[in-house]
């Protein structure tokens, strides 16, 4: 059975910090990966999806990296902002069938 | 483009209760989900629905049976609510085609009481 940890829980730093937020998977025979954001009440936003054949995905100050062979992803948010604050999802689809496996999230604080 | 829109937005319901959650995405996506958020459990996938007429199983489906007569709608029924299924529910869609991603409704939250 798939799993997946995102450690740590919470992560708080100073504002113009760059964030690192590590995801790792137990099996690495995943279809792709998919990071989300979550504010506080409301819906997931998808913010980068890495397709298994990638190593990385950019999107303005996010870069998500991928080794399925280690089972890790690591999402980066260059230059944090107050309004980066929120819940970071990562999660996997595995290759036989389109249904995400979630791991519990990191809560980011970013102090201006 | 709405995307995916829920409805209602919260409710409040007595224990034993029928309530349906509704879903409706308007980007012609193929596949529909509907998950569960609880504290300290995540997310956990209820049933799917990989195209009208077909729906399967999730991780946690007891108590709730879902529906897709169409490709825009998956509702999403509780026949008898118990307090164990207070809990915020979101519905998803995502296109069945190369990428799989998938996008996530605003949200029901449900009180069960």
């Known amino acids: 059975k798939q799993e997946v940890t995102q450690i740590p829980a919470a992560l708080s730093v100073p504002e113009g910090e760059n964030l690192v937020l590590n995801c790792s998977f137990t099996d690495s025979a995943i279809y792709n990966l998919q990071w989300f954001r979550q504010d506080p009440g409301k819906g997931l936003t998808s913010l980068l999806l890495?397709?298994?054949?990638?190593r990385e995905q950019t999107s303005g100050r996010l870069n998500a990296s991928l080794d399925k062979s280690s089972g890790r992803s690591t999402l980066y948010i260059a230059a944090s902002q107050p309004g980066d604050s929120a819940t970071y999802l990562c999660a996997v689809i595995k290759a036989a069938g389109n249904k995400l496996t979630f791991g519990g999230g990191t809560r980011v604080l970013v102090k201006p | 483009i709405a995307g995916i829109t829920q409805a209602p937005t919260s409710q409040i319901l007595a224990a034993g209760r029928r309530m349906t959650l509704r879903c409706t995405q308007d980007?012609?996506?193929?596949?529909m989900y509907w998950y569960r958020q609880d504290l300290g459990l995540g997310l956990r996938l209820i049933h799917y629905?990989?195209?009208?007429?077909?729906?399967g199983k999730g991780e946690v489906p007891d108590g709730y049976s879902v529906s897709r007569a169409n490709t825009d709608d998956f509702p999403l029924t509780l026949a008898s609510a118990v307090p164990s299924q207070t809990s915020v529910y979101f519905c998803a869609s995502s296109d069945t085609g190369r990428a799989l991603e998938q996008f996530f409704g605003p949200g029901t939250r449900l009180t069960v009481l």
């Open positions: 890495i397709q298994s054949s990638q």
């Open positions: 980007m012609r996506h193929n596949a």
């Open positions: 629905s990989n195209t009208a007429g077909t729906t």
